[in-house]
Each structure stands twice: as structure tokens, then as C-alpha cells.
């Protein structure tokens, strides 16, 4: 109801009768993105989600997707259309129990009219059943669901949802997530969260998974495929769930060597990050060519490659330190990629030194040297690389060299603090890089915008003494 438009007086009959408002001009459509400077088309304007509950039956013969996804929102101004991002053939939206008009615009834009305006700061219920082959779906020229030998897989960064669910796809609208996903018997659906049940029906088995905690879209993850499961509990009393591909050959015992240890390689991280932020942790190795691992949200992505030379413990440290940089607290803005990235590298670095293979300063000298002055490398500023170098190594090496040169610049205790403080300080939330900034400070009482802006944001090589102020 719109009351505003109404006179007093007329107000009790008016709002009855006043299903659209008076003035349609109030209403505006939702932007078709977020605002994201690097992806100005990603997540969408004018409305928040709390929770995704997605129903969703697949066959991996034809890689055909069938479902509902039940999105619960909120709006954040009078709204008389909105988009989510979403690939898929749609079939019928709901909203608020009316059916919608719905088009398709741009790249991954599904434009939902709904039957009556929204008025700012309602719950929204938004209904989409939808099918497709997903494989078959490309936006921007890619596609990013991956098909396997006997299922297929979701995950990547920072697209991945445009191909199994309708979303407000952007990491600063998290949101917790029901996954029930019915799959030919014999063939297991993997997801994020705790597995609530499992039943069997005519030919078909139903997975549900449940996320309890805020969740960012691109960590949703889905993998189908015969796998092996293992379950167990970290000493420190945390959940395991782990499922490798049935299919992995020479690389099954490297996999599970190194997956295997999540519950050991969590508790470990503890230590330095506080305590783990999730009420389930593991990983899965489905039987994909890729060569990346992704942090998917208490349940890691890894490529069978990540194991092709033996184990690698170090890639499971990396995906899991992610879990508190990334996951637990989350970016407001793909810019700051280096609180991702940066300190995922520098838990890698952390291991190394505990398991006698250098020392942090060790590898951070050992990157330093590495890169001439003239290496492009130096050109990218892991603080905003652009979304072209938004995986580059640089934001990964460079960016780990500046969280050392950042723990010589305050002193370990304060470092270590920091360490620990940042993912209580924004818990299941999002910050940016100016927000880590202003928390070092306050927790160093040491002024960094110089040191930040060295190691961060000019692209140029640092003169080396600033990594070093302490320990030469
Ligand atoms: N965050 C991931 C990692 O560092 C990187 C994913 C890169 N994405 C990709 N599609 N290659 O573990
Ligand atoms: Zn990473």
C-alpha cells in the first residue's frame, strides 16, 4: 500500500481499494546490476535476499536441470520490476503468490514484472520454476557448468549461479540456502552446508543439504556424480564431510591424502583466524579437467589436477583459510579480491614454515627476488588488479608479500591480533579493503595508508626494505 498518496480522511477506504498506487512514477525498476565498478551488470538494484530454497531434479544422461527456486527478499525501494541473473528456460515466476510477467535482457537478466508495484521494505516471496540444459547456456561467450563422465559440477568464481539458480548474484547479498536436488539412484547430489536427508523413491534419490549461515552466491555449490563419501569430526569437534569421484584413478590416493586432513588442517587454522565460523567443513574432488579449487562454502571445490603430483596439503590450507577470508567474512566489492586472495596465500605461507619449508619472511623474500623490477607482475596493484587481473598471480604472491610487509610495519603481536580480530570483527558479513585498512589501524595504533598504498596499490615494485622494516 502506498498511504502517502492517500488524504486523510479517505484513508481506510483507500487502502483497501488502492492496489496500485496512484502515482506509478514512484516506482521504479530495479537496477539490472549492484553497482559492481568491475562487473557492472552482476547482482541486481532494489531488493535484498535472506534465504534461497532451491528444488531441482537432474539427470546427468542429458544434462537436463528441472526445478523451482523459492527466493525470499526484501525490498529496498518501491519496485515495479526487478531482475534476477539467471541462464535457464523459465517456465512461470510467482510472486508473492501472483504470477509475474517475466523476459529475458542482456547477458543473464531475468526482468520479473510483478502483478502489483512493491512497496520499499516489504518481504517478498519470488517463485521461478525453470528447466534446462545448462552446458548448452553461455553468457559473455563461457559457460562455467562443467559436465563429468556421470554428472556435472558448479562451481567457479565469479560466476557460477547464472547456470543452476536464479540469484541476486553478487557477494555483497548473502544469504543461507535449503539445496534439495533429486538425482537417478546411484548418483549423489554435493552441496554446501550439513546433509539434512536423503530418501529414495522410484528410481530417484533426493539429497537435501541445509546452510545455516549467510552464504555469498558464487560458494553455493552443486556437484552430481557416483561418488565415495567419507564423514568424521575434527579433534576440535567440527563436522567432516568429504566426496571424491569414483572416477579419479592415479590421483584417488593423493586426493584423499590431502583432503583426508581438513579436519586436522581446520583446527590448525584456528589457531590464527579464531574459531571455524561453519557448522560442517570439507571437500570434494568430482572427476572435472579444470585446474582450479574454489572456497565453496564449507564444502571446497578441488580439481582432480590439484593432485596430479602427489598430495597438497597446501591447496586444501589455502581453500580453507578462505573459509574465514572470504566465506565468513566476505568482499563488498569484487575489487578487494586481496583480503581473499592475499591472506589465503599467506596461510599457505604459514604452513610451509610449520612444516619446515620456509618461513613466511623466507617466501616473501623468495617472491621479492623473483620478479625483477621490470616484471609486468609489478604492474598489477593486488588492491584493485581490474576484473582482467582479478585472478592474477600477483594478487595471490604480491598480495601475500603485503600482509608481511603489513606484520613487520605493526609487530607480530599486533599482526596476529589482527589475524584473528578481522572475522570476528565483520562475522558473516562483507568489508572492503579501506575497511581492513581502518581495522589494522585501530588495532596497531599505527597510521598504514603508506604502507597500503606500496604494497597495494602502486604498480611498481616496492623498495625491499619495507617488507623488511623489522627483521634486517
Ligand atoms: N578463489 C579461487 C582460489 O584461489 C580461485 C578461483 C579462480 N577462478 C577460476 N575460474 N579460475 O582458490
Ligand atoms: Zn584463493
Do not use: C
Not at 542429458?62 to 523451482?68: C, H
Not at 579419479?248 to 588442517?265: C, H, K, P, Q, Y
Amino acid at each position: 500500500m502506498h498511504r502517502r498518496l492517500i488524504a486523510p480522511g479517505a484513508l481506510a477506504a483507500a487502502s483497501l481499494l488502492l492496489a496500485v498506487p496512484a502515482s506509478a512514477a514512484a516506482y521504479q525498476p530495479g537496477a539490472p546490476g549492484i553497482g559492481d565498478p568491475y562487473y557492472p551488470y552482476y547482482g541486481n538494484g532494489g531488493y535484498d535476499v535472506s534465504h534461497y530454497d532451491l528444488r531441482l531434479k537432474y539427470q546427468p544422461r542429458t544434462d537436463e536441470l528441472e526445478g523451482t527456486a523459492t527466493v525470499l527478499a526484501t525490498t529496498t525501494q518501491d519496485l515495479s520490476r526487478f531482475d534476477l541473473d539467471f541462464l535457464l528456460d523459465v517456465s512461470e515466476v510467482r510472486v508473492n503468490g501472483a504470477k509475474a510477467a517475466f523476459a529475458t535482457s542482456g547477458q543473464h537478466e531475468l526482468e520479473i514484472t510483478p502483478a502489483a508495484p512493491l512497496r520499499k521494505g516489504t518481504p517478498v516471496t519470488v517463485v521461478v520454476r525453470y528447466r534446462g540444459v545448462p552446458s548448452t547456456k553461455s553468457a559473455y561467450g563461457f559457460t562455467t557448468w562443467h559436465r563429468t563422465p556421470d554428472g556435472a559440477v558448479a562451481a567457479d568464481e565469479p560466476e557460477a549461479a547464472w547456470w543452476w539458480f536464479p540469484s541476486n548474484d553478487h557477494p555483497s547479498d548473502k544469504a543461507t540456502y535449503d539445496v534439495s536436488v533429486t538425482v537417478p539412484d546411484g548418483t549423489q547430489a554435493i552441496s554446501n552446508g550439513t546433509l539434512q536427508s536423503t530418501s529414495s523413491r522410484l528410481g530417484w534419490t533426493r539429497y537435501t543439504w541445509r546452510s545455516r549461515a549467510p552464504q555469498a552466491t558464487y560458494l553455493a555449490t552443486l556437484a552430481i556424480g557416483r561418488f565415495d563419501v567419507t564423514t568424521g569430526r575434527s579433534e576440535g569437534g567440527v563436522p567432516v564431510v568429504n566426496a571424491y569421484s569414483r572416477n579419479l584413478g592415479d590421483n584417488d590416493g593423493a586426493a584423499r591424502a590431502s583432503v583426508e586432513r581438513t579436519g586436522e588442517l581446520v583446527d590448525w587454522l584456528t589457531g590464527y583466524f579464531g574459531p571455524y565460523p561453519f557448522d560442517s567443513v570439507g571437500g570434494y574432488v568430482p572427476d572435472t579437467t579444470t585446474g582450479y579449487a574454489l572456497e565453496t562454502q564449507t564444502r571446497v571445490y578441488y580439481s582432480p589436477r590439484q593432485f596430479a603430483n602427489g598430495s597438497n596439503t597446501s591447496v586444501v590450507v589455502h581453500e580453507l583459510a578462505h573459509q574465514w577470508y572470504g566465506d565468513d567474512v566476505s568482499l563488498k566489492g569484487w575489487r578487494d579480491i586481496w583480503i581473499n586472495e592475499g591472506f589465503a596465500r599467506y596461510a599457505q605461507w604459514l604452513w610451509s614454515e610449520h612444516e619446515g619449508e620456509g618461513t613466511t619472511q623466507e617466501l616473501a623474500d623468495y617472491v621479492y627476488a623473483s620478479h625483477p623490477a621490470d616484471d609486468p607482475f609489478w604492474t598489477v596493484a593486488p588492491g584493485d588488479p581490474g576484473p582482467d587481473n582479478q585472478f592474477d598471480i600477483a594478487v595471490y604472491d604480491r598480495g601475500a608479500l603485503a600482509v608481511q610487509a603489513l606484520r613487520n610495519e605493526v609487530g607480530d603481536d599486533a599482526f596476529f591480533a589482527i589475524l584473528k580480530g578481522w572475522p570476528k570483527e565483520h562475522a558473516y558479513g562483507n568489508a572492503s579493503v579501506a575497511d581492513f585498512r581502518a581495522y589494522a589501524e585501530k588495532v596497531s595504533g599505527k597510521p598504514l595508508d603508506a604502507l597500503f598504498d606500496t604494497w597495494l596499490f602502486q604498480p611498481s615494485k616496492p623498495a625491499v626494505s619495507a617488507a623488511r622494516t623489522v627483521s634486517l
